[in-house]
């Protein structure tokens, strides 16, 4: 079998399904939107459902966090004949357990969007492979993070499981979310994007002023109706959301390495530590800043440039169609003069996408976190 064969065929489901798999049925969502979260796959076929059902004692519920490249998937949500984050997972369970799952995610990210943690719910009885019928106690989820690992790193090693948590039967991950945060990252610079931030972040060859967008996110932040942010496919019945958190940060790129002056500063730092320790706090305070103050990068043949980096942070309990990434495409035209706050105000309050700048390209966007109340809920 082909390279591409196997991996059309990792993300096939079995056609058996178990008696308490659920069936399909129209939702009706408890939390009054649409389900038109940031980056969902709509148009990419019918989504699978849940109905409520009787808890079976010998069925045990589980929230699986889980992380992502999203490059080489076509998004989360399950779809035929492509790699989708739902497919692979549901496929290293059947693996795992001898039976096919269902997988229930609650962010649908796009194709080629990442996560930190992205979450899902799982049902899984456990049945002996020994003695077919037999049915066992449920699994630890040590032990469940442990075994569904082992499968998806035989896959593209791209996704993985870093934590797991059993949850009462009528715990849902999507409906029981309380926020959402989602980080996109830009690097601006004029020199070509390194290999290694390939399709992890949008590259603006030009500069960025940190403060012009940092006004913009004031304008942005809280109750508004979004209608010149949300694609056009968006289903949401209304664009009234509350953007509870954006801002812009600058931060060191995770792939910066120490120069030559940065080494000299810590060593130097660490030879003269006695020294120091003799000296008043303000000393002290004076001589780091000095050295910090020398740290110039030295041209150097075969030493790349470093990119500035911003990391744009949106934080709410729910996001209408590709939001998250049309708010930055408009950070992004202010960070580079092309619009100014003032426009912004006006892209608002204009109610329609096409007021709106480009939208930002899907590889810089990463889903950060979704909050639970587990508490509450156990």
């Known amino acids: 079998m082909s390279a591409d064969q196997s991996r059309q065929s990792l993300n096939r489901r079995p056609g058996n399904h178990s008696p308490e798999r659920p069936q399909k049925i129209a939702r009706v969502n ?16 019918p989504i699978v459902t849940e109905t409520k059902m009787n808890p079976n004692p010998r069925v045990q519920r589980y929230l699986i966090a889980i992380e992502y490249i999203g490059t080489r998937f076509a998004g989360a949500q399950q779809q035929s004949n492509c790699r989708t984050v739902v497919g692979v997972l549901e496929e290293a369970f059947h693996k795992f357990i001898g039976q096919p799952v269902s997988i229930f995610c609650s962010s649908r990210t796009d194709a080629g969007v990442h996560a930190l943690s992205n979450v899902c719910h799982v049902d899984v009885e456990r049945i002996s492979k020994r003695k077919p019928g037999e049915t066992l106690p449920p699994h630890e989820p040590a032990v469940v993070k442990k075994a569904v690992n082992h499968f998806l790193q035989k896959n593209e090693g791209d996704i993985m499981v870093i934590d797991v ?7 849902h991950s999507r409906y029981k979310a309380q926020e959402r945060t989602y980080f996109y990252r830009l690097l601006s610079g004029p020199e070509p994007l390194s290999t290694f931030e390939k399709d992890r972040a949008w590259h603006v060859a030009d500069e960025l002023d940190l403060l012009s967008m940092q006004k913009a996110c004031q304008v942005l932040v809280g109750r508004h109706d979004f209608s010149s942010f949300r694609a056009a496919a968006c289903q949401a019945k209304s664009p009234i959301r509350s953007l509870d958190e954006l801002n812009v940060t600058e931060v060191v790129s995770p792939l910066s390495f120490p120069s030559i002056k940065e080494r000299e500063q810590s060593n130097y730092l660490v030879e003269d530590s006695f020294a120091t320790s003799l000296k008043s706090e303000s000393e002290v305070s004076h001589v ?5 103050s020398q740290v110039e990068p030295i041209p150097t043949f ?23 990434r049309l708010l930055v495409g ?11 706050v003032n426009d912004v105000e006006r892209i608002l309050k204009a109610k329609t996408v096409a007021a709106a700048s480009p939208m930002a390209p899907a590889c810089g966007l990463y889903l950060g976190h979704v909050k639970f109340d587990l508490a509450s809920d156990m």
């Open 288 to 292: 780091s800043s000095t050295i910090t």
């Open 302 to 324: 075969g030493m790349r440039k470093q990119h500035r980096c911003f990391v744009v942070t949106a934080r709410a309990r729910s996001f209408l169609y590709h939001q998250v």
């Open 30 to 45: 408890p939390i009054g939107e649409s389900g038109c979260e940031e980056e969902e796959n709509q148009r990419k076929g």
């Open 165 to 171: 948590q059993s949850v009462p039967s009528d715990f």
């Open 330 to 340: 408009v950070l992004k035209s202010v960070g580079t003069g092309n619009l100014t």
